[in-house]
T-cell receptor, first 115, second 113 residues
């Protein structure tokens, strides 16, 4: 257990529905990242926050995706009008900027299945 | 585009032997490299890291070697155990910039009894 938690662990939804995932980072970590991982591939960067500011978004993050970190602690990732291609593992990671390394610690992920 | 790749998708090793997993990276600007282990159904787990000003770093049963000349990274696992069975990813990033990690495709380590 890295100290990063994600909920839910699994989500099955029908195409067109909206889903929201939550990530709770390690408490003192000021950076929070979202990645997506499909079967047999490495995780791909989606977006990241430094405190409550969203500093970068990948081209993978279409307009249907939105992420927030309102108080600089937990974060949510929402996918609107889900498509079958959104089926993947969504991973959250956190790190401490200024902590000496950039080590990112990952949560267990939320596995999304879109039917 | 820039990417981190691995030479072998699957590596089978006899229990007790040493394992060597290789990785090639392409971004010359990357200055921080990490090896992650991912077991089935779990998120990537940090194993060991190395900065670009080093060429070798040792941990408990693991060693990472960095050859910047040929942009090559390797992970050595000593006395491989059944619990080492997992997919191993090398990853690269640039410290104190955007810090987004670029992962390779992974190598599955299979331990033979």
């Amino acid at each position: 257990d890295t100290g990063v938690s994600q909920n839910p662990r699994h989500k099955i939804t029908k195409r067109g529905q909206n889903v929201t995932f939550r990530c709770d980072p390690i408490s003192e970590h000021n950076r929070l990242y979202w990645y997506r991982q499909t079967l047999g591939q490495g995780p791909e960067f989606l977006t990241y926050f430094q405190n409550e500011a969203q500093l970068e978004k990948s081209r993978l993050l279409s307009d249907r995706f939105s992420a927030e970190r309102p108080k600089g602690s937990f974060s949510t990732l929402e996918i609107q009008r889900t498509e079958q291609g959104d089926s993947a593992m969504y991973l959250c990671a956190s790190s401490l900027l200024g902590g000496g390394t950039d080590t990112q610690y990952f949560g267990p992920g939320t596995r999304l299945t879109v039917l | 585009g820039e990417s981190v790749g691995l030479h072998l998708p699957t590596l089978s090793v006899q229990e007790g032997d040493n394992s060597i997993i290789n990785c090639a990276y392409s971004n010359s600007a990357s200055d921080y490299f990490i090896w992650y282990k991912q077991e089935s159904g779990k998120g990537p787990q940090f194993i060991i890291d190395i900065r670009s000003n080093m060429d070798k770093r040792q941990g408990q049963r693991v060693t990472v070697l960095l050859n910047k000349t040929v942009k090559h990274l390797s992970l050595q696992i000593a006395a491989t155990q059944p619990g080492d069975s997992a997919v191993y990813f090398c990853a690269e990033t640039t410290m104190n910039r955007d810090d987004k990690i670029i992962f390779g495709k992974g190598t599955r380590l299979h331990i033979l009894p």
